[in-house]
């Protein structure tokens, strides 16, 4: 799957787990932007994991500010 299409794949699960109607770009935070608190964005990460079939390692996880951060990520788990 390539990094545009992991992108698009991470926005519209925002967009159906979240609500959130307004543009979503790479730089959007997460949890600032989204106005998700630390337990929704664990739950969204965990939704996120299962639908690329992907475990994002904890360390990795305190790395997540921005849904950019999130696509690079998941794009490098399913490199390696």
């Given at each position: 799957?390539?990094?545009?299409?992991?992108?698009?794949?991470v926005?519209?699960?925002?967009?159906?787990?979240?609500?959130?109607?307004?543009?979503?770009?790479?730089?959007?935070?997460?949890?600032?932007?989204?106005?998700?608190?630390?337990?929704?964005?664990?739950?969204?990460?965990?939704?996120?994991?299962?639908?690329?079939?992907?475990?994002i390692?904890?360390?990795?996880?305190?790395?997540?500010?921005?849904?950019?951060?999130?696509?690079?990520?998941?794009?490098?788990?399913?490199?390696?």
């Amino acid at each position: 799957m390539q990094e545009d299409e992991i992108y698009r794949n991470v926005v519209a699960a925002i967009q159906s787990v979240v609500g959130v109607s307004r543009p979503i770009t790479a730089e959007t935070n997460i949890l600032q932007d989204l106005n998700l608190d630390s337990v929704a964005v664990m739950d969204f990460i965990m939704q996120v994991e299962t639908q690329f079939d992907t475990v994002i390692p904890m360390n990795q996880m305190a790395e997540i500010e921005t849904v950019g951060d999130l696509v690079r990520i998941l794009n490098a788990s399913k490199v390696a």
